[in-house]
């Protein structure tokens, strides 16, 4: 059974930071690309994120490019979100999921991890 | 980038009838298209990949259609179970994108 369980959410302070992990159980992790959603409470998916399988590349949404970093450690079977530099409007429930670009896509979520940011 | 557009914003169906939820992308993304079910307070799952392909597990009762710019979801003998936002979503290129979501209320 594939799961993802996210953790490392809070508060935080405006211009702070977080690191948020996503263990991974269930699927040969080391194969897989990664990517971050978030989600505003109330409101629609929006991606943030993509690691491939072998670090070698990563994508940003333009919101979060130059604050946020993605990394993964295949020998923990864990992917990261590294997030400074936060603001107000990255508030919201932070989802991984494994991601087959190839094939079956995004699938599965883990359960997502709440960040807040305020002062 | 790749925009998507979903209509309706939101429904509402009875037990037993079909509904079907329209997506289009602002650009040819082939088939790179998946659908997801997000249910109140849980996290997304997806239903639909490839357009058209069920991920395993999924009832038959849901099922995908169209490729370009133009996709459908359909959901037939709908169950009070189907409450949920669904959600349209392009893997074609980065930056992936979602669609804005459609709430279906099961009357």
């Known amino acids: 059974d594939e799961r993802l369980l996210e953790s490392g959410g809070g508060l935080v302070q405006p211009g702070g930071s977080l690191r948020l992990s996503c263990a991974a159980s269930g699927f040969l992790f080391k194969y897989y690309a990664m990517t971050w959603v978030r989600q505003v409470p109330g409101t629609g998916l929006e991606w943030v994120s993509t690691i491939t399988s072998d670090s070698r590349t990563t994508y940003y949404a333009e919101a979060v490019r130059g604050r946020f970093a993605i990394s993964r450690d295949n020998s923990k079977n864990t992917v990261y979100l590294q997030m400074n530099s936060l603001r107000a409007e990255d508030t919201a429930l932070y989802y991984c999921a494994k991601d087959y670009h190839d094939s079956t896509g995004l699938e599965p979520w883990g359960q997502g991890t709440l960040v807040t940011v305020s002062s | 980038d790749i925009q998507l557009t979903q209509s309706p914003s939101s429904l509402s169906a009875s037990v037993g009838d079909t509904v079907t939820i329209t997506c289009r992308a602002s650009?040819?993304?082939?088939?790179?298209l998946a659908w997801l079910q997000q249910r109140s307070g849980k996290a997304p799952k997806s239903l639909v990949y490839a357009a058209h392909s069920l991920q395993s597990g999924v009832p038959s009762r849901f099922s995908g259609s169209g490729s370009g710019t133009d996709f459908r979801l359909t959901i037939s003998s709908l169950q009070p179970e189907d409450s949920a936002t669904y959600y349209c979503?392009?893997?074609?290129?980065?930056?992936?994108?979602f669609g804005q979501g459609t709430k279906l209320e099961i009357k």
């Open positions: 979503q392009q893997y074609y290129t980065y930056p992936y994108s």
């Open positions: 650009q040819d993304i082939r088939n790179s």
